[in-house]
């Protein structure tokens, strides 16, 4: 069953937008009468298409379930096909946000320009990755940040590094057993400076090993939240 985010529940229907409405229209072929599913203030709804093709409040299918652990994935600017299939999977794997940031080795480099639109262009990968996958929320995206800007994040706090060795990411879960927030940073294709590992060292960040294999920049998110997961699973 096709699944849709709504903002707005008036008088037991949803207000759905209009690139979903084409999509159920247009793409999907719906008729009046076929059932979607709704997800509204994290709920999951389902719903019966009017003769206005209006979403109609028939059951409650699932009550909010939130991840106990708080992913957080700090990523560098990247060329736009490898950015889009991180957010697309980070999204799957249950990230809960992304904080995009720029890194001296980065290619990209975003004008302030044109932020309003990348973020809105990210949001939307986002969201259809999570009506894909049967999420009950989208992950959140911030504008792009300064290294700086890390300095008082909360939680517990990792690099992805390539230069440690020893400091395994077995090791690194092993040793905090209790948090509610993990941060995890992500380098470049060129991978984080020296200088850059070490003033997040300043901000309270492990450098952590994921084995003696290098990961392309892409996969790297894939296998870190895959571990969570596995980790985590109830």
Excluded at 133 to 162: A, F, H, N, Q, Y
Excluded at 175 to 186: F, G, P, T
């Amino acid at each position: 069953m096709q699944r849709y985010f709504s903002n707005e529940l008036k008088n037991n229907i949803f207000t759905i937008n209009n690139d979903d409405m084409y999509h159920i229209i247009k793409v999907m072929r719906m008729k009046p009468n076929d059932k979607i599913e709704v997800v509204y203030n994290h709920s999951t709804y389902l719903c019966e298409l009017n003769e206005n093709y209006e979403a109609v409040l028939k059951d409650i299918l699932e009550n909010n379930k939130s991840n106990d652990i708080k992913r957080v994935l700090i990523i560098p600017l990247l060329k736009e096909q490898k950015m889009d299939l991180i957010l697309q999977k980070a999204t799957e794997l249950g990230v809960d946000e992304i904080i995009p940031v720029n890194m001296e080795r980065s290619i990209i480099k975003l004008d302030e320009s044109k932020m309003e639109k990348k973020i809105e262009r990210w949001t939307k990968i986002m969201k259809e990755a999570s009506e894909q996958s049967k999420r009950t929320d989208i992950p959140c995206i911030t504008k792009v940040k300064k290294l700086s800007d890390l300095k008082e994040i909360d939680g517990i706090k990792m690099i992805c590094s390539t230069s440690e060795k020893n400091y395994t990411f077995k090791k690194f879960l092993t040793d905090n057993r209790n948090y509610d927030k993990i941060n995890i940073v992500i380098g470049p294709e060129g991978g984080i400076s020296p200088k850059e590992e070490e003033k997040l060292e300043n901000y309270g960040f492990k450098r952590v090993s994921l084995g003696s294999k290098i990961m392309r920049v892409e996969t790297v998110p894939m296998c870190v939240l895959s571990i969570l997961n596995y980790e985590y699973m109830e």
